[in-house]
Structures are given as C-alpha cells and as structure tokens.
C-alpha cells in the first residue's frame, strides 16, 4: 500500500477590517458529495482522505496559526515569497526535496499566493518522473462558484494530465517510444475498469507497447503491422470519455504518425520508408539494419522468392553470398551501396570501438547514413539487376545446393 501524502499551500489570508488583522473565513466546502466546514481546504482535503503524512508549504507571513488549529500534526514547510527568478528557484529547490518517493499525492494550491500554481505541474512532473510518485488530485477551492453558501473544490487533475499526454504524444512522435501513452491508457482502463465507454480504446495501450518494442530491436514487420492496427483503432475512436478528454486532443497527431505509410506499396519500400522514419527519430542503428534489408528484399520481391517455398533466411544468404562474389548481377551503383552500408553496420555493431574519428566519425556517420537511405531510394527505382532471369536460375540452383545438403 502506497503512502498517502497531503501538501496543501498555506497564505496569509484576506485582511478582515473588523478584526484589523489577516484570517480565512469559516466555509463549507463541497466535495465528492460531502459538506465540510473548515477555514481551510487543506483540511477538508485531510478529513475526506485520511492521509498519512501532510506538508504544509508556506511562507514566514502564512497563518501557521490555523495550520496549528486545523491540522495539528504536519511538516511546516518554509518557502519565500517568490519575487524573483532567484526565489523561485529556491520554491522548487524546497518542495522537490519533499520525502514523497512511491508515494500518492494530494496537492491543494487553494490558498497559495497566485504565481505559484503556474509551475506546480513542474513540480508534479518531478514527482512522477524522479519520485515515483502518483499524483492523486490537485484541489482549488472556487470561491467564486460558491451556491447557496456552498464552495465547490474541484480536482484540476485533468489540466495536469493534460501535459502528459501531450510530453508523451511529442515522445512518440520524436523518438518512437509509445511508452509513456500506454502508461496512461492502462491507467485510466484500470481505473474504469469494466466501462463499456473506454472499450474502444482498451487495446490501444498494447499496441503502443508493441509498437515501442518492435522500434527498439528494429522488428520491421512487427513494426508495420502494429502502426496499421494502432490507425485502425485511432480511426474507431469517436467519442472520448470525460476522464480520458486529454487524449482526443492528440489523437490527430498520433493519426499523422500513422499516415507515413501506404500500404499498397511493395514491402520493400515500406521498409525503406521505415528506414527513414527510424533515421529522423534518431534511431540509427535501427534505421540502418532495416535499410540493409531493404537492399535484400528488394530482390526476394523482385523474384517472387518467396512462392518458391524456400526458407527466408537462407534467400538472404544466398543474396548475400552472390552480392559478395557474383558482383556482375548488378549495377555498379547498387554493389557499392551495399558495401556502403556494409561498412557502416559493422561500425555501428561494433559500437564504434576502435574507431580512431572519434565524435567526428559519428557525425559523419549520421550523414553517410542519411545519403545511403536517399541513395537507395533512386538506386532501386532504377531496377539495379542487370540480369533478371540469369540471376534468378542462379540464386535458385544455390538455394537448391543449400536444400540438399540439410537432407544429407
């Protein structure tokens, strides 16, 4: 069971002329349904959930006094005022050294001066990436809503969320990892558990963890499968569940990731597009290896090798083997790519050791690696075998001396 912590920001309070000093009034909040008279939202935040431990982040001004009076046991928390950049370094210095690691957080920014809800999400950030924490809530007390004398506390969680879905759309976006949107998919169904409403989007945290794996070890067919379910279901998705709004708002731009492929294309150039995608998320050593194997399935699609009935991977030895010694199959172009991208790889699977460039041969490595991915999109539109027929009744008779020597 993780630990429950409350962190309730305390003011100085409105100035009543009556009593000539600062104090909050006695109200009655509303929240989940419940009344509770309190002069503090902090305090009915305590009384409602419970919590195990309370910070209460003040500054020297704060009325500590009915800190004392309503809440009794808390950590005091002494923060400035925030005048300055300098301050408000020194806020956030303070609250993300708060003890709140793997724990549940209930945040109230009611009665904090105005500036400091601004980069609370910031600090919430910090909790999740860097604590392991779970933010709970993020309570504020709408005085300005009050009814029949009645003050709603609302939870501004969903504003919060919504920065995380858009971090983790732009992560997907940027670098291919899917992680972070299935996290908060699974989150919400568990939450929702059963809720007819949030079926629709039930298997999409699968398919983004898929997705995420197949990138990480340049799974290409797994890669493109997924992508073509994962728009398939984007494409279902109409109405979003209150609790999960945040996500239609970056439904569009997961839609466009999406729509980098035609999948009427032969498979080799939906591999060498995969290239390029991988390549511009700054995945390169994938992008290389399916670049690679754009260069061998060209051929086997070329040849319809695959009907033949023959294992793939003895096809691509074979092609490996001829594209090494039976050179005059082929377009001079097309053999010097691949020993380019040959050299590369070898590079690239022997993480650069030994490499006497240093950073400079890694840059000039990200460049060659561009100019290869470009170079063999002209290259194979060209039709780089130079002896179509010839070179299919040799790839065969070598695929057929390989067939025989597993039945000796």
Same mark, same amino acid.
Do not use: C, M
């Given at each position: 069971m993780k630990e429950k912590i409350l962190i309730s920001i305390l003011g100085k309070g409105q100035y009543q002329k009556e009593n000539q000093k600062y104090n909050y009034s006695l109200t009655s909040y509303k929240i989940e349904d419940k009344i509770i008279q309190s002069k503090l939202v902090g305090d009915a935040l305590r009384r409602l959930y419970n919590p195990d431990k309370i910070f209460i982040v003040g500054t020297v001004e704060s009325l500590w006094n009915l800190a004392d009076e309503y809440i009794k046991d808390y950590e005091k928390v002494i923060i400035p005022f925030g005048k300055n950049s300098e301050e408000f370094w020194k806020i956030f210095e303070v609250l993300t050294s708060l003890d709140v690691d793997n724990s549940e957080i209930y945040f109230d920014i009611t009665h904090g001066f105005r500036s400091l809800p601004l980069f609370i999400s910031t600090i919430l950030q910090f909790f999740k990436n860097f604590k392991n924490a779970e933010v709970k809530g993020v309570y504020y007390g709408i005085f300005e809503a009050k009814e029949e004398n009645i003050t709603p506390i609302v939870n501004m969680l969903p504003f919060i969320e919504l920065n995380q879905w858009i971090e983790s759309a732009n992560i997907f976006k940027k670098y291919g990892d899917g992680r972070e949107i299935a996290q908060l998919i699974s989150k919400k169904?568990?939450?929702?558990?059963?809720?007819?409403?949030?079926?629709?989007?039930?298997?999409?945290?699968?398919?983004?963890?898929?997705?995420?794996?197949?990138?990480?070890?340049?799974?290409?067919?797994?890669?493109?499968?997924?992508?073509?379910?994962?728009?398939?279901?984007?494409?279902?998705?109409?109405?979003?569940?209150?609790?999960?709004?945040?996500?239609?708002?970056?439904?569009?731009?997961?839609?466009?990731?999406?729509?980098?492929?035609?999948?009427?294309?032969?498979?080799?150039?939906?591999?060498?597009?995969?290239?390029?995608?991988?390549?511009?998320?700054?995945?390169?050593?994938?992008?290389?290896? *399916? #670049?690679?194997?754009?260069? =061998?399935?060209?051929?086997? @699609?070329?040849?319809? /090798?695959? $009907? &033949?009935?023959?294992?793939? %991977?003895?096809?691509?030895?074979?092609?490996?083997? *001829? #594209?090494?010694?039976?050179? =005059?199959?082929?377009?001079? @172009?097309?053999?010097? /790519?691949? $020993? &380019?991208?040959?050299?590369? %790889?070898?590079?690239?699977?022997?993480?650069?050791?030994?490499?006497?460039?240093?950073?400079?041969?890694?840059?000039?490595?990200?460049?060659? /690696?561009?100019?290869?991915?470009?170079?063999?999109?002209?290259?194979?539109?060209?039709?780089?075998?130079?002896?179509?027929?010839?070179?299919?009744?040799?790839?065969?008779?070598?695929?057929?001396?390989?067939?025989?020597?597993?039945?000796?």
């Open positions: 169904i568990r939450e929702h558990k059963g809720d007819e409403e949030y079926h629709p989007i039930s298997s999409l945290a699968n398919k983004f963890d898929i997705y995420t794996k197949s990138v990480g070890f340049a799974a290409a067919d797994i890669y493109l499968e997924t992508i073509k379910e994962i728009e398939e279901k984007l494409e279902k998705v109409e109405n979003v569940p209150n609790d999960i709004k945040s996500f239609s708002f970056i439904i569009d731009e997961l839609k466009k990731e999406t729509k980098n492929f035609d999948f009427n294309l032969p498979k080799w150039q939906l591999y060498l597009i995969l290239s390029d995608v991988l390549f511009h998320k700054n995945r390169y050593a994938q992008a290389l290896t *399916i #670049l690679r194997e754009t260069l =061998h399935y060209y051929i086997i @699609e070329e040849l319809n /090798l695959l $009907e &033949q009935g023959y294992k793939i %991977r003895d096809i691509d030895s074979s092609i490996g083997y *001829i #594209l090494k010694y039976q050179q =005059h199959f082929f377009k001079k @172009e097309f053999i010097k /790519l691949v $020993e &380019q991208i040959k050299d590369l %790889r070898n590079l690239a699977n022997h993480a650069f050791i030994g490499e006497k460039g240093g950073k400079k041969s890694l840059k000039k490595s990200i460049e060659h /690696l561009q100019n290869y991915i470009n170079q063999a999109n002209k290259v194979l539109q060209e039709a780089p075998i130079i002896d179509k027929s010839n070179f299919k009744l040799f790839l065969l008779n070598e695929l057929e001396k390989k067939k025989r020597k597993y039945h000796k």
